[in-house]
């Protein structure tokens, strides 16, 4: 625009010039070239103005959203619950019985910047939990700054800072909602460059579903004020925090806020020799960083077991005896899911809405045989041009899912016993001798032979000795 009014503008400058020099049909050209140089000037001050009106009317927007969701932000009245456990223990397929519910506000590792290992960071940690028990995401970018400092920074810790949270294109409520914000800022901006006076607030705005480039197209890094205000105003919050280590960190994060009552944890096991099965699988570690690794595990694994025991022990009235602690097995949840999804709901004593139940139907069943489903309904001549692309996304979803280590559909039942058949049965003695104590308490039976291994009618489990 700057470059066209000094085009214009020399125009102008030659024109007068040939004027002064006495050609007649250049002179006659002067006042149209004027009247060109006038309309730049007032195009120009008519778009700054109408640019600086926008802003401030979109400033002014954000502003009452804000204020009109102002009665809980940084203060989060209803439930809070966090999954407790270690990598590759199914906490990814626990967690999407949240992340289902778009009436939940669910996070997906929000701790992933202050590292895996237990070693560093620990006041950050506790520090980044209470933030997020209270809903308060001012000072996350500065907690994942300081982390990414100390520890060695990957590429997902980085978009953890670009964005100010982790992972929010996994976060479906979250990504949904915030985007439907920025959709109705948008519509909304329109309306009040008309004058008019539009305030709403986030239960009225309409849910827009995204795909997956336009996902966070609407601000980077998002605003931490729409963030407390879309978390708030969520009927419960869920993180999943695999690297919180210790419970007796929840349990500090549980005393110090004003809404411990409402603060719940899930705390979620599994037996140690699928995790290391699981773990060796993902990661190319030597047969001595394994045994490191196992060591560790169950070292963590028993420490939690322990600090449990002990206050149960000691009925302190903490989060653990103050029954805001549920553990559940994930074999449970594989072999039974929809009777574990009711129970950790009714343990939170929150409704199990339908949209769980049927995503749990199609994830935890044989995904060969859902394709099958699929591809016989597209072969039928009665469904619509919309039903058939609907079908071949979920067609797309099931393959892209059930193939990643990290996905969430699966034949469940069969999943959780897949180590056996892949695990080396000295592998095997190496986790059962360091995690001897562990798999004692949480009720997981050792093997004794390559036999009992591979046999699938031997039991692995004593649910017996189940206890909290």
């Given amino acids: ?94 967690g999407e019985f949240f992340n289902k519910n778009p009436g939940l506000f669910y996070l997906y590792e929000p701790l992933y910047p202050f590292g895996f290992f237990c070693d560093g960071s620990n006041t950050r940690r506790v520090r980044a939990m209470e933030t997020l028990a209270k809903c308060d995401f001012r000072e996350m970018a500065s907690l994942y700054r300081d982390a990414a400092d100390i520890d060695h920074v990957e590429v997902d810790a980085k978009r953890c800072r670009a964005h100010n949270i982790c992972y929010p294109n996994k976060s479906d409520a979250l990504t949904y909602k915030y985007s439907s914000v920025c959709e109705a800022f948008r519509r909304s901006e329109l309306t009040l460059s008309q004058g008019k006076d539009v305030r709403f607030r986030l239960e009225d705005v309409p849910r827009k579903k995204l795909t997956k480039t336009s996902a966070f197209n609407c601000s980077s890094p998002l605003e931490p004020a729409l963030l407390s205000a879309i978390c708030s105003s969520s009927t419960a919050v869920v993180y999943k925090v695999i690297r919180a280590c210790d419970l007796s960190k929840l349990n500090s994060v549980y005393e110090k806020l004003n809404n411990a009552s409402e603060v719940f944890v ?43 025991d002990q206050q149960l022990k000691d009925q302190g009235g903490g989060m653990i005896s103050s029954r805001r602690y549920l553990r559940v097995h994930y074999e449970d949840i594989a072999e039974e899911p929809l009777e574990l999804a009711e129970r950790i709901y009714r343990f939170l004593d929150l409704p199990l809405p339908k949209v769980v139940t049927d995503w749990l139907e199609v994830a935890t069943t044989d995904p060969k045989l859902t394709m099958r489903v699929y591809a016989e309904k597209l072969m039928s001549e009665s469904i619509s041009n919309e039903e058939r692309l609907e079908i071949q996304k979920k067609m797309h979803a099931i393959k892209v899912q059930s193939q990643s280590a990290y996905g969430t559909i699966r034949d469940s039942r069969t999943a959780a016993y897949m180590w056996r058949e892949k695990m080396k049965f000295v592998d095997v003695m190496n986790v059962q001798t360091s995690c001897a104590y562990v798999m004692r308490r949480l009720g997981y039976k050792p093997v004794f032979s390559e036999h009992e291994l591979t046999n699938k009618s031997y039991p692995l489990r004593d649910k017996s000795v189940y206890s909290k």
């Fill in 1 to 94: 625009m700057i470059r066209s009014l000094h085009l214009a503008a020399a125009c102008v400058c030659r024109a007068l010039r040939s004027a002064r020099e006495g050609n007649v049909l250049d002179r006659l050209k002067v006042p149209g070239l004027l009247l060109l140089l006038l309309l730049f000037v007032l195009y120009i001050e008519t778009n700054t103005k109408s640019a600086k009106f926008e802003t401030a009317k979109k400033f002014q927007l954000r502003t009452h959203f804000v204020e009109d969701n102002q009665h809980s932000l940084y203060d989060k009245k209803g439930k809070v619950v966090f999954i407790f456990s270690n990598q590759r223990s199914g906490s990814t397929f626990l």
């Fill in 266 to 308: 899930i705390h979620l096991v599994r037996d140690p020799r699928a995790i290391i099965r699981s773990v060796a699988s993902s990661e190319s570690f030597s047969s001595l960083v394994i045994k490191k690794v196992t060591k560790k595990l169950c070292s963590r694994m028993q420490r939690n077991i322990e600090y449990v």
